[in-house]
Nanobody, 118 residues
Framework: QVQLVESGGGLVQAGGSLRLSCTASGIIFSINYMGWYRQAPGKQRELVAS???????NYADSVKGRFTISRDNAKNTVYLQMNSLIPEDTAVYYC????????????WGQGTQVTVSS
């Protein structure tokens, strides 16, 4: 069984920064895909950023130039550096990974709250 544990959420003023982390534990052969999603109240969950094993990244238009996703394969960890935060970034942020262990499936973290005050 694989578990994802997130950390780094909190309350920040507009213009501030936060760094989210998500670490996978358990029997892990490889992790092909790592991503961050978010869900604001009354809205659908949406992709924020993703990174694949080769290092290619993908970002939502709303966060391009402000957020950076990165990964540490040795630590089975994905990060989301969030700069120039705005109130519209307020949401619960979830990490997800596609893990081979040895079967391949996706896993989700429990979510971490990010609140940006104006």
């Amino acid at each position: 069984q694989v578990q994802l544990v997130e950390s780094g959420g909190g309350l920040v003023q507009a213009g501030g920064s936060l760094r989210l982390s998500c670490t996978a534990s358990g029997i892990i052969f490889s992790i092909n895909y790592m991503g961050w999603y978010r869900q604001a109240p009354g809205k659908q969950r949406e992709l924020v950023a993703s990174i694949i094993s080769g290092g290619n990244t993908n970002y939502a238009d709303s966060v391009k130039g402000r957020f950076t996703i990165s990964r540490d394969n040795a630590k089975n960890t994905v990060y989301l550096q969030m700069n120039s935060l705005i109130p519209e970034d307020t949401a619960v942020y979830y990490c997800t990974m596609v893990v081979r262990s040895p079967s391949t499936r996706s896993y989700w973290g429990q979510g971490t709250q990010v609140t940006v005050s104006s």
